[in-house]
């Protein structure tokens, strides 16, 4: 999958982007709130990126994607639809990563927003949900502002995380039965 809003490219890692992800990984300000809150050395990052690969295995709109800018190609941070298992249900999280530099410029809830429309306009899902650690209030900010709403507090890798969740409004489900 690749894809673009008013000011981001969205595309598929490759091979080429390690440094990028490498310099995400590798700054303990970027990774306080995402799984451990610990950075990662190389080895680990190379493992990341794998693991990312393996992740589009699960469909062609799934996993992270590099996050462009869209006038001069800059990576900026990543974002996608990835699948996780809560409470032992298959879930598809909208997830999304900026870096340091470019926050507060709205280019998180824009990723976000898109794979929102993404995932329940064109790919049918009835539910997403993102996973946000309870003190990153910038994550719970972007959630928000899709219209994302607090559900329940679980721990995932160990670690607590809340649940937020969107559902596809009820009277789209009833509409798209009778077509």
Excluded at 71 to 85: M, S
Excluded at 123 to 135: A, K, V
Aim: net charge negative; aromatic share 10%.
């Amino acid at each position: 999958m690749q894809f673009e809003t008013e000011r981001i490219n969205l595309r598929k890692y490759n091979d080429d982007d390690f440094d990028f992800l490498y310099s995400l990984l590798s700054n303990g300000e970027m990774v306080r709130h995402i799984g451990e809150g610990k950075t990662k050395d190389r080895k680990e990052a190379q493992n990341f990126l794998e693991w990312i690969y393996r992740t589009y295995q699960a469909g062609a709109d799934r996993g992270l994607m590099v996050l462009e800018r869209k006038d001069d190609h800059t990576p900026i941070g990543h974002a996608g639809l990835v699948p996780q298992f809560i409470d032992g249900v298959e879930e598809l999280e909208i997830g999304y990563w900026v870096s340091r530099s470019h926050w507060g410029k709205g280019y998180a809830t824009e990723a976000a927003k898109a794979l929102k429309v993404h995932g329940l306009d064109h790919l049918g899902e009835d539910r997403l949900i993102s996973l946000i650690q309870p003190n990153n209030i910038a994550s719970k900010r972007v959630a928000g502002k899709i219209g994302m709403d607090f559900e329940k507090e679980v721990v995932s890798g160990g670690r607590r995380v809340e649940v937020y969740s969107i559902c596809k409004p009820l009277e789209v489900e009833i509409w798209n039965s009778y077509q």
